[in-house]
């Protein structure tokens, strides 16, 4: 049975940076995609980054409001995936999950919905004005 943990979140101030960490078990990191989404209370979830799997070109993609600040890296050695986050702005505050499906890709930033699927309990980013 896999799951995925996600850790890091935190409280940071305006322009601060956070690296949040999703490590998996029992998740074969070449046969999912992979990614990072929030959501705030009373908000839409909202996909971040995105890995598509191997099967599908193991493209990046990126929320066109995090491109240039956020980076999604896998480190396929530690069955981690890493979500480094920088310049942090207040309207940036939720809760960030990670998620993984054996769909193999990427739908509206985030792993596209499967069978076979994980998602993480998420960890908390607060960015304080």
């Known amino acids: 049975q896999g799951q995925v943990t996600e850790s890091g979140g935190g409280l940071v101030e305006t322009g601060g940076s956070l690296r949040l960490s999703c490590t998996a078990s029992g998740v074969d990191f070449d046969d999912v995609a992979m990614g990072w989404f929030r959501q705030a209370p009373g908000k839409a979830r909202e996909g971040v980054a995105c890995?598509?799997?191997?099967?599908?070109?193991?493209?990046?993609f990126y929320a066109e409001s995090v491109q240039g600040r956020f980076i999604i890296s896998p480190d396929n050695a530690k069955n981690t995936l890493y979500l480094q986050m920088n310049n942090l702005k207040p309207e940036e505050t939720a809760m960030y999950y990670c998620?993984?499906?054996?769909?193999?890709?990427?739908?509206?930033?985030?792993?596209?919905?499967?069978?076979?699927?994980?998602w993480g309990q998420g960890t908390q980013v607060t960015v304080s004005s």
């Open positions: 998620a993984a499906s054996a769909s193999n890709y990427c739908k509206n930033g985030l792993p596209a919905r499967s069978r076979l699927e994980f």
């Open positions: 890995i598509n799997g191997k099967a599908h070109g193991g493209s990046y």
